[in-house]
């Protein structure tokens, strides 16, 4: 059973970073795809990064030069790092892991960016 908690959610001021971390469980190697999706309030769940299976990244257009997905797959434990934060990030932030055939989500952590 395959599952993923995330972490490193909070309240910061607009400019400011947070590292969210998503600890995923029940997954035996590195070979995974992986991305952050966020869904605000009143809108669609979007992608915000993704790190391929060999290791390319992707990011929505908004998000590049200012996050940075990762991965320890000593720990299998997924990163976004995200700097420079605005207003408009606000949103519950989804770790989401495809692996052998199948999506799981986490449970989602909550950005709030506000002054």
């Known amino acids: 059973q395959v599952q993923l908690v995330e972490s490193g959610g909070g309240l910061v001021q607009p400019g400011g970073s947070l590292r969210l971390s998503c600890a995923a469980s029940?997954?035996?190697?590195?070979?995974?795809?992986t991305g952050w999706y966020r869904q605000a309030p009143g809108k669609e769940r979007e992608l915000v990064a993704r790190?391929?299976?060999?290791?390319?990244?992707d990011y929505v257009d908004s998000a590049k030069g200012r996050f940075s997905i990762s991965k320890d797959n000593a720990k299998n434990t997924v990163f976004l790092q995200m700097n420079n934060l605005k207003p408009e990030d606000t949103a519950v932030y989804y770790c989401?892991?495809?692996?052998?055939?199948?999506?799981?989500w986490g449970q989602g952590t909550q950005v709030t960016v506000s002054s």
């Open positions: 029940g997954i035996f190697g590195s070979m995974y795809a």
């Open positions: 790190l391929s299976t060999f290791g390319s990244t």
């Open positions: 989401n892991v495809l692996y052998r055939g199948n999506a799981y």
